[in-house]
């Protein structure tokens, strides 16, 4: 990666990416443990049996969303996002803008930061759908799966050298881009 993002410029940078992550593990794990609170200490669970574990739903739905819906979001709209860079169509909304995002390092930055929030918004939207179908059905299979998703969310974290990683695959996908234009 060349040097445009800088130790100290990447963790400022990367701060904001961080806290919306912590936000979103911060409120599965809240839901789950109010959910298990109900389900344990107050018996307020409805206990409904449906004929089969309801908590398959969300864990195929994680499986889904983990092999198949996240490479094709990053695919489709990250290919998207760097083509626009790579042939110079992408533009911020307005002056502002503009100015936060002045080299192709910040705008590959804005296009890590779109699809890392996405990634964590679908798989957190998979873990409160079994946090619910615990509550509703009161079998700790659906805690395993909460488990099992707040366990994805942590490995997939932005750290500083998880974000360096991508950053470089972004960049040589935007080379790879702009040498085909050339060509």
Not at 37 to 60: C, E, H, K, R, T
Not at 111 to 136: D, K, N, P, S, Y
Not at 160 to 166: F, G, L, Q
Request: charged letters at 20%; glycine letters at 6%; proline letters at 5%.
């Amino acid at each position: 990666m060349n040097d445009a993002f800088d130790d100290e410029r990447l963790v400022k940078k990367l701060k904001p990416l961080q806290i919306v992550a912590i936000g979103l593990m911060l409120g599965l794990l809240s839901t789950t443990a109010v959910m298990a609170l109900m389900v344990y200490q107050f018996d307020a669970s409805p206990n409904v049996d449906l004929g089969f574990p309801m908590w398959i739903i969300p864990a195929i739905q994680a499986v889904v969303t983990t092999l198949i819906v996240i490479p094709s979001i990053e695919k489709s709209l990250g290919g998207t996002m760097v083509k626009s860079i790579a042939d110079g169509t992408w533009s911020a909304k307005n002056p502002e803008m503009a100015r936060k995002f002045p080299d192709d390092s910040s705008k590959l930055f804005a296009v890590l930061m779109a699809l890392t929030m996405i990634r964590f918004a679908l798989m957190e939207g998979a873990g409160v759908i079994a946090a619910v179908f615990f509550f509703i059905e009161a079998k700790p299979a659906g805690l395993a799966v909460v488990a099992g998703i707040l366990f994805w969310l942590y490995t997939q974290f932005p750290t500083r050298n998880r974000v360096r990683d991508e950053l470089e695959t972004l960049e040589r996908e935007l080379q790879r881009r702009r040498d085909k234009l050339d060509s």
